[in-house]
């Protein structure tokens, strides 16, 4: 019998492996078939992502909905920031803004919203002035007082690209399931945060989130598009895999509650420390609950 499990276990690797390798580089006869599946390939990976069982809500014993924050430059959230200079990286290699960005200009992303609470939705075109400052340069200015037409030299265009993204948001459901007696979590939305475009040559520029995405509406999307694993190059991470996971570090900065789902910093200002402990319990009470279910 642990023969069997063992082989089973060494079948399941290597068709892991074999799913999300880099495709055909050890058989590649030019650097163009890299990265290229096979039809037969393609048939045997049949390589979508986990759905998600169903939950009534009569299942449902308790539930917490908050809101955290993924700081990019910590080294447990670097899978989700890098890489942010694509031009001497292969095409399979791109960060998280990145595929988010790609993916909502060519429509495979069809909704974005203004808000965590979906209530607004935007085009790229409602939000492009968060995502681009036009300015023109004194000599610009003197051009068009003189009469003439603005010379593309004398215009500055500031893009956000994905070196600019400094965190995540993102907005998500704690819940006990009393069928499974567990506790769960269910991710429901993110959003890249990046200093304000307009202000973001000062010192200290203020962090705006960009545009906020159902998350279940981005699945197959995230499932595609591979993070660097680290430990083994051969395996990536899909970025739904680490989302779902929670193969990332997240900071809670705010809970739905009684005073219109205030943020941590309403109540507890000026004070980086307090508002850390008090995120911490806000978790604490959260995990608690799971374990007072087994206290008699």
Known sequence: MKLKSFLLTVVAVCTVSGMFAQANILNAKSPEQIGVRTEAQKAIDNDKPLEYGYVDDRDILFSKTVWEKIVLDERANFPLYYPIDTNNIGKDRRSLYDVLMKNI?????KNIYDDSYFTTKRTLKDIESALVKIDTTELGIEQLNAGEELSAEYINRRDITAADITEYHI????????????MKYRLIGI???APDVNFIEDENPDLV?????????SREVLHEAKAFNNENSSIPFSFDHILNSRRFQGYIFKEENEQGDRKITEYVSQNALMQLLESERIKDKIRDFELDMWTY
């Open 105 to 109: 200009k060519n429509g495979n992303i």
């Open 171 to 182: 907005r998500g459901l704690w819940y006990f399931d009393k069928r499974q007696a567990e």
């Open 191 to 193: 959003a890249p945060v």
């Open 209 to 217: 989130p960009l545009f906020w995405i159902f998350f279940p509406d």
